[in-house]
């Protein structure tokens, strides 16, 4: 059974900087994509960013374009999501998530991200 494990969320003024982490209890190679998403009170579930297991591509929202970056260290096991210049917008619940290639889904317990003065 396949553990993720999220860490790295808090409190943080806007334009403030945070980095979130996703340790897998195996090999991330293991799995087609890795990536975050969000959750604020009342809202679905959305996308944040996406990274390929083989290449390396990566996606992200519109709204977190320029100011995050997702990355991997394959040797850790571990996804990061660097957040710099964050808004109040980006308050949520942020969750890790890993697809499968086929077909399943894991996801992380989520980190709470508060960006306020």
């Known amino acids: 059974q396949v553990q993720l494990v999220d860490s790295g969320g808090g409190l943080v003024q806007p334009g403030g900087s945070l980095r979130l982490s996703c340790a897998a209890s195996g090999s991330i190679r293991s799995f087609y994509a890795m990536g975050w998403y969000r959750q604020s009170p009342g809202k679905q579930r959305e996308l944040v960013a996406t990274i390929t297991g083989g290449g390396g591509s990566t996606n992200y929202a519109d709204s977190v374009k320029g100011r995050f970056t997702i990355s991997r260290d394959n040797t850790k096991n571990t996804v990061y999501l660097q957040m710099n210049s964050l808004e109040p917008e980006d308050t949520a619940v942020y969750y890790c998530?890993?697809?499968?290639?086929?077909?399943?889904?894991?996801w992380g317990q989520g980190t709470q991200v508060t960006v306020s003065s």
């Open positions: 998530n890993a697809l499968g290639y086929q077909g399943h889904t894991y």
